[in-house]
């Protein structure tokens, strides 16, 4: 199934929805008790999961989705944690080393955004900011020292993250949470797709696009450690509770590598895509 945290109307809190192809229903309308985040539903397990999806089999008020507002795929999750250098060619291109372990570090929850959201901050902060395109993995039901054959069977669903990044503060300060947490830095969604329709989460075409130029084409086969693997590390120094977000690393193409280089600039617009899961695009404003 495929859901979104849609705005119904100016103002209006985020309502989760199921969408199907061009439509979208919210989960409230289904049944008494449904639920009204993604957190709520993750939180219900599968008895949950199982009863929204046969609601909406047999829904009749599908809406239309162009022009519905949307907020952050992930709302509240208990933590973000997100993974450095897990792609040899982007490793390569920063002229960083791919440790023997992953480099796993926590992103701020300020930094969450929607898909079409401005993304502002000041120049007098960052004339270096870049942009990732990442798989984002949800943690389904709590992960303690799991192995990586059985990781699996705990994501609950996937999404698309943009994990921008001020390259200056980056190869400033020895820790990267500060770099990549600016207000609005982490775009996901606009939608969460369930574990079972990504049979495999490592045979899935990930790109980015900055004003109309492909810059990033990769395949989540080339990540360094697959999604069962950065489960299973992860699980095995602390629980992973559900709704966690993960953010897996990001292919080559990076911008700050690039000659010329490509930074966002005041005005650009990236786009972010994973297939069978979406497209995650973020409007630029650099401030004075």
Known sequence: MRFAHVITA?????????VRGDEALITEDLFPGAPRLLQNLIDGGDDLLARVRDAADSATSWHPLAGSSFASAVLAPPV???IGLNYAAHSSELGLKADTAPTVFVLWPNSL??????????RSLSESVDYEAELGVIIGRPAKDVSPETALDHVWGYTVV???????????EAQ???CKSFDGFTPTGPFVVTADEIPDPQDLHIW???DGRIVQDATTGQMIRSVATLVSHLSSSATLLPGTLISTGSPGGAGYSRDPQIFLRDRSTVTVGIDGIGELTTHCRIND
């Open 80 to 82: 973000i944690l997100a």
């Open 176 to 178: 990267w949470s500060r």
């Open 113 to 122: 955004t929607s898909h079409r959201a401005t993304t502002s901050w000041p």
């Open 208 to 210: 980015a696009n900055v």
């Open 10 to 18: 100016a103002g209006a809190p985020p309502r989760l929805a199921v």
């Open 162 to 172: 943009n994990d921008i990044t001020a390259r200056d503060i980056q190869f400033s």
